[in-house]
């Protein structure tokens, strides 16, 4: 059989040739006689996947030897709890964007450890949105700031990096956009994404946090594995890892460097502009999302009844499209379209769409 289009949001589709490479390698990675699974995490066939793995990151998004980057496993929900666990102290307060589902759950979990000050609400908007310029109410004083830069479900993307107030360390969880558009990830003092979207495959979250940050938090009530300190000064390596996903996340930063960042980029839009061309030249399927906030990476729209929804996925799956379904809270289509998805996949899509709103529009 051969393999399908994959639009789905998370696990997602990983480069044909990370996977073809790791196939390769599989039981005896690079005559090592073993497997990358079957090492030890401190032994010295491992260790230069692990180094390897952290220098490319680091080099892609551009931030310097101030950051860490270390592997968290608990995925991006993980770091919902994590962070005011450590960053938020009794007495202090933080700052939140309720953007939608994700950013609402990262809330939720601060809100359990300390005050929290919502910086701007629209998760609950249609269309759906990121905040405006002028919406931003920050604190001054604020432990720290946060915000998601793409919401995976609703479809919505911030184009543009907000700032808040002056002495207070931003924070982005980037789990469905990270490495997919040009960003200066040197605003954030902490940046962490959920591996299985556009970084490798699932098991772990990769967070760059700043240093300074983690050697100033009071963490004396905090268990020792939920502590970034531990992880900082063990390299990721205090208790075992996730090598498996450590050496796939690895390869594919290597292929993305060799696609060329600004390339991908450059895809990327392309990819997107494809599908909400179609969307915006019918009036048959309505986009889900406000134009100026529509998430490159996922793209969201309805179909005039439920009904033509199910059919439209049932037989884009028939037709080698899967998983277009959107998430089960929202519901509608959803083409999930990170780094590694196939521009010929997008076309199929596209051809689909029109050839579907001609029967049943
Ligand atoms: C998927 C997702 C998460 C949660 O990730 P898990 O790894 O499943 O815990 C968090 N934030 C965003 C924006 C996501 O898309």
């Known amino acids: 059989m051969s393999r399908v289009y994959n639009f789905s949001a998370g696990p997602a589709v990983l480069p044909l040739e990370v996977l073809q490479s790791a196939q390769e390698n599989l039981v005896n990675y690079m005559g090592c006689g073993m497997s990358v699974m079957e090492m030890s995490h401190r032994g010295k066939d491992y260790e230069p996947i692990h180094q390897e793995a952290i220098a490319t990151f680091k080099e892609l998004t551009g931030i310097g030897d101030d950051y860490e980057v270390l592997f968290i496993q608990g995925g991006g929900s993980m770091q919902f709890a994590m962070i005011p666990q450590n960053f938020l102290p009794k007495g202090a307060h933080a700052d939140y964007a309720n953007q939608g589902t994700w950013s609402g759950k990262a809330m939720k979990e601060a809100q359990m450890v300390g005050d929290v000050n919502v910086v701007a609400n629209c998760a609950k908007d249609i269309p759906t949105r990121m905040p405006r310029d002028d919406e931003w109410k920050w604190s001054e004083g604020a432990a720290y700031a946060h915000i998601c830069t793409n919401e995976t479900i609703s479809g919505a993307q911030l184009k543009k990096i907000p ?15 990270i490495l997919s558009c040009a960003r200066d990830y040197t605003k954030f003092d902490l940046f962490y994404a959920g591996a299985q979207k556009n970084l490798g495959p699932s098991g772990m979250a990769v967070v760059a946090v700043k240093k300074e940050l983690v050697a100033k938090a009071d963490v004396t009530n905090v268990p020792t594995m939920m ?6 000064d063990n390299n990721s390596l205090y208790n075992t890892p996730p090598t498996w996903a450590i050496y796939i996340f690895g390869e594919v ?19 997107a502009k494809k599908i909400y061309d179609v969307i915006d030249g019918s009036g048959f399927y309505r986009g889900t999302a406000l134009k100026e906030f529509r998430s490159n990476m996922n793209v969201t729209w309805r179909l005039p009844t439920e009904e033509l929804e199910a059919k439209f996925v049932k037989e884009a799956a028939a037709a080698g499209m899967k998983s277009l379904k959107g998430h089960r809270s929202v519901g509608g289509i959803r083409a999930t379209i990170y780094n590694a998805f196939p521009i010929a996949g997008v076309d199929c899509l596209v051809d689909f769409m029109k050839e579907f709103e001609k029967k049943n529009g």
């Open 227 to 232: 502590r970034y300190a531990t992880h900082l």
């Open 163 to 177: 700032t808040p107030c002056a002495g207070v360390p931003l924070f982005g969880d980037m789990s469905s956009d």
């Open 253 to 271: 930063m290597k292929w993305v460097k060799k696609m060329g960042k600004e390339n991908l980029f450059r895809l990327n839009d392309e990819k």
